[in-house]
């Protein structure tokens, strides 16, 4: 009698009348435990790679804003030897950012706030809605995401300077609600579309209006989706800086960007660089606090469009 000798790894079944089937044995799963571990390693290392590159920057600007002038260019990489708080003080009331700061606040609140409420409304009736043109609006608004901006700056110009609003807070807020409303409207349109039409159809049974309906029933059912897309407008809208630059010369009405730039260059060769980074570590705190705080809710925006 002849027998057929096989690999611990490897069995074979000789099925009646079929074909010859392989099982796999602890040798197979030995292996795949073993790619699986080199898999591990590899992704945690490059996650490991890119948090150091992201992290250290910022922990150099923040240790860097602490010290004197000499000791930026002595010994860069070294923790100071005391901290001087008063690198913050003048950067704060000599180099004017509490000015800067208070401008930042007033057109990124109000066209964060402008933008998710319009963008809500438009993304919520092309979600909900079937009308003649809504994918033909829908698709204006993809399109939109597409346009550089940068060829949009000297038409932009003159219709803000027709208008009567070159240099005023309020007509940065309006080119900033329109600049970040194509983003929202795609965002949310897909959010919209995620959530149960059943409780909708139950508050118009109820008598409810589509007013009442969208703000008290549908606007906080899409709080998820709202966090997200408004911390990615607050990073967009914080960080802008060719639009106010075009738009908005007026010294007393610069933000945070033109005035960390006017910072770096009023000086020329005598640089305050201790007061730079200071400002520089100002600008940034803001967007910081942002993400850690609502870091579960930007991470359950982006994971609930592919739930149902």
Do not use: C
Request: no cysteine; aromatic share 14%.
């Amino acid at each position: 009698m002849k027998t057929t000798d096989s690999t611990p790894s490897e069995t074979v079944v000789q099925q009646s009348g079929g074909p010859v089937r392989k099982e796999n044995g602890p040798g197979t799963r030995t292996r795949e435990k073993k790619e699986g571990r080199v898999l591990n390693v590899f992704s945690h290392g490059m996650l490991v790679l890119w948090a150091f590159m992201v992290v250290m920057p910022l922990l150099w600007a923040v240790m860097t804003s602490f010290k004197d002038d000499n000791a930026i260019f002595s010994s860069p990489w070294a923790l100071p030897d005391e901290l001087h708080f008063d690198n913050w003080a003048r950067a704060w009331t000599d180099a004017n950012m509490s000015d800067y700061f208070l401008n930042t606040i007033l057109v990124v609140g109000g066209s964060l706030i402008g933008t998710l409420v319009l963008g809500s409304m438009a993304a919520y009736v092309l979600a909900r809605f079937d009308f003649p043109g809504n994918r033909f609006i829908y698709f204006l608004f993809i399109g939109g995401m597409s346009f550089p901006i940068m060829l949009a700056l000297v038409p932009l110009f003159y219709v803000v300077n027709n208008m009567g609003l070159l240099n005023s807070i309020h007509g940065l807020i309006l080119v900033y609600i329109a600049y970040s409303l194509p983003f929202t409207v795609f965002f949310l349109t897909a959010f919209f579309r995620t959530l149960p039409t059943s409780v909708a159809e139950a508050a118009f049974v109820d008598g409810a209006s589509h007013s009442r309906t969208f703000f008290q029933i549908m606007l906080p059912m899409a709080k998820p989706g709202l966090i997200s897309v408004g911390i990615f407008n607050f990073l967009g809208q914080w960080n802008q800086y060719m639009l106010p630059t075009v738009l908005n010369t007026d010294p007393d009405k610069r933000v945070l960007t033109q005035g960390l730039v006017q910072l770096a260059a009023s000086q020329g060769y005598k640089g305050d660089w201790s007061g730079l980074f200071a400002g520089l570590v100002m600008a940034m705190l803001p967007v910081l606090a942002a993400y850690i705080i609502f870091q579960r809710q930007v991470v359950a925006g982006l994971t609930a469009g592919a739930l149902k």
